[in-house]
């Protein structure tokens, strides 16, 4: 599976950006998919992940109730929309694929990566 994030950018605190991540398997619908971030001089940090179906979600505590995910298993792709942004949330973002069908929190879960797409909030 390839994964290809984008719609980082600069915002504004309390502004919004909606990211996206395009993944070039045909079973796309058979990977529960999930969102990291980075920034800098941190640890990479489980933001949210959504199961194969999208019924079932989960967040990371910091984002719940401001961040969504999503998926749309017909355009294989994956979003994350993030409302309430906050300087804290600068950070390299990058989405994964596990094929345990299922939500997955640690990234030794995922076997595969995108490339992150850079998010920053200025105060």
């Known amino acids: 599976v390839q994964l290809q994030a984008y719609g980082g950018g600069l915002v504004q605190a309390g502004g919004s950006l909606r990211l996206s991540c395009a993944a070039s398997a045909r079973t796309f619908s058979t990977y529960a998919m999930g969102w990291f971030r980075q920034a800098p001089g941190k640890q990479r940090e489980f933001v949210a992940t959504?199961?194969?179906?999208?019924?079932?979600?989960y967040y990371l505590q910091s984002v719940k109730g401001r961040f969504t995910i999503s998926r749309d298993n017909v355009k294989n792709t994956v979003y994350l929309q993030m409302n309430s942004l906050k300087p804290e949330d600068t950070a390299a973002y990058c989405c994964?694929?596990?094929?345990?069908?299922?939500?997955?929190?640690?990234?030794?879960?995922?076997?595969?990566w995108g490339q992150g797409t850079l998010v920053t909030v200025s105060s």
């Open positions: 959504i199961s194969v179906s999208g019924g079932t979600t």
């Open positions: 994964a694929a596990t094929d345990e069908r299922r939500i997955a929190t640690l990234p030794h879960e995922y076997g595969y």
